[in-house]
């Protein structure tokens, strides 16, 4: 299958660690990326993980994968009022066809 | 600025008619796709052309028809426009090939309105 699943809703409080959710099910996915889209606005690339790699980090942005599991994880640190936006989780199957997340709405509490 | 471009950023119309969107990307990529968000935000892709031809073509009536004069444009047109066709569609490029690590850019999308 290609259903790739997300938590709908997150809220955090701002500075702390936020964590977003993602499961996938198909094993041959090469790449697994995160895209921003904040409200009105296009997708942003943010970060992407090879499927042979189990973390990466980039600045604030720390992606773990656990190919055993099929999930997907993007940890944000010291969460601002900016991150906020629907974060979609995607995998690449054959280098061209990207199929995405359900989305998780991340809400920032003052 | 190098970017996905597209045109118009709003379209309102009614059932029944025919309207087109377009789509230019300046990023020297050789793919482009079209993808559709629905009102819960859920993303699918419907085409994708390599050079001019195409390459993808999910499950969509064949009221939808792409075009791609040359590798920095791909437009859609839809004929006879439905209220389920509502939905933000999105432009994305791409080197083919290395899709899997550069990622595809996304254009900042067309909210259509059928009425």
């Known amino acids: 299958g290609e259903d790739v699943e997300q938590s709908l809703f997150l809220s955090v409080r701002e500075g702390d660690s936020s964590v977003i959710n993602c499961t996938y099910t198909?094993?041959?996915?090469?790449?697994l990326y995160w895209y921003k889209q904040e409200p009105g606005a296009g997708l942003q690339l943010l970060t992407y993980i090879f499927s042979n790699m189990d973390m990466k980090q980039d600045q604030r942005l720390t992606v773990l994968l656990n190919k055993k599991d099929k999930h997907l994880s993007l940890r944000i640190a010291d969460t601002q009022t900016g991150d906020s936006a629907i974060y979609f989780c995607a995998e690449c199957f054959g280098n061209e066809k990207l199929t995405f997340g359900t989305g998780t709405r991340l809400t920032i509490i003052p | 600025d190098t970017a996905v471009s597209q045109t118009p950023k709003y379209l309102v119309t009614q059932m029944g008619n025919d309207k087109s969107i377009k789509c230019e990307q300046n990023l020297g990529h050789d793919t482009m796709y079209w993808y559709k968000q629905d009102s819960k935000k859920f993303l699918k892709i419907m085409f994708s052309y390599n050079n001019k031809e195409l390459i993808i073509n999910e499950t969509v009536p064949n009221r939808f028809s792409p075009k791609s004069p040359d590798k920095a444009h791909l437009n859609l047109h839809i004929n006879s426009l439905e209220l389920g066709d509502s939905a933000v569609y999105f432009c994305?490029?791409?080197?083919?090939?290395?899709?899997?690590?550069?990622?595809?850019?996304f254009g900042p999308g067309t909210r259509l309105t059928v009425t």
């Open positions: 198909d094993s041959s996915s090469t790449y």
């Open positions: 994305a490029s791409s080197h083919r090939g290395a899709s899997g690590g550069a990622g595809q850019y």
